[in-house]
T-cell receptor, first 115, second 114 residues
Framework: DGGITQSPKYLFRKEGQNVTLSCEQN?????MYWYRQDPGQGLRLIYY???????QKGDIAEGYSVSREKKESFPLTVTSAQKNPTAFYLC??????????????FGAGSRLTVL | KNQVEQSPQSLIILEGKNCTLQ??????????LRWYKQDTGRGPVSLTI?????NTKSNGRYTATLDADTKQSSLHITASQLSDSASYIC?????????????FGAGTRLAVHP
């Protein structure tokens, strides 16, 4: 089955630690995205990538980093510089970022809690 | 500032009843509008996508409407089922320099009770 796999599902982190969230897709999509979801707010874009070895900052990139070494993979690192990292993180993919009709496919999400 | 506002924030209905969720947006230039369903602790799943020239689109018991003049959309759920309990998210696509930017509403949380 084609889809997006995020891991881990739940993650606990101590303050001052970096953590990396995994996102793998087998949909052969060029574009991948990371969103953050907080209660009572709409999803906010952290980073997106249209092609391998290229990525762009979204609206809330501070304190986060990404890499795109393979088409299938787009890991997100939440660094210690992120002041309020507790949130639900969603990875998504689409055929392209530039099409007006592109439909995002989302992963099941990773919930990060900072202790 | 481009925004997407959804109402109500939450809604409780009885199984079998119909309901309508609202979405107002100020996004311009507008490309399309999407509705997603998100089960608790899961990723959103696409229900419908409409361009400015479409004013209605159905997906089973879900029917979305769009009035591009008043910048309003609604999602109507017919004969609700317990499995409809979820958050419903309105997403508006803004075309900005060739990049298709998505602006998400905060969602309406629907609870269907037996």
């Amino acid at each position: 089955d084609g889809g997006i796999t995020q891991s881990p599902k739940y993650l606990f982190r101590k303050e001052g630690q970096n953590v990396t969230l995994s996102c793998e897709q087998n949909l052969n999509h060029d574009a991948m995205y990371w969103y953050r979801q907080d209660p009572g707010q709409g999803l906010r874009l952290i980073y997106y990538s249209q092609i391998v070895n290229d990525f762009q900052k979204g609206d809330i990139a501070e304190g986060y980093s990404v890499s795109r070494e393979k088409k299938e993979s787009f890991p997100l690192t939440v660094t210690s510089a992120q002041k309020n990292p507790t949130a639900f993180y969603l990875c998504a993919s689409s055929s392209t970022v530039y099409s007006g009709a592109n439909v995002l496919t989302f992963g099941a999400g990773s919930r990060l809690t900072v202790l | 500032k481009n925004q997407v506002e959804q109402s109500p924030q939450s809604l409780i209905i009885l199984e079998g009843k119909n309901c309508t969720l609202q979405c107002n947006y100020t996004v311009s230039p507008f490309s399309n509008l999407r509705w997603y369903k998100q089960d608790t602790g899961r990723g959103p799943v696409s229900l419908t996508i409409m361009t400015f020239s479409e004013n209605t689109k159905s997906n089973g018991r879900y029917t979305a409407t769009l009035d591009a003049d008043t910048k309003q959309s609604s999602l109507h759920i017919t004969a609700s089922q317990l499995s409809d309990s979820a958050s419903y998210i309105c997403v508006v696509s803004e075309v900005s320099g060739g990049y298709n930017k998505l602006i998400f509403g905060a969602g309406t949380r629907l609870a269907v009770h037996p």
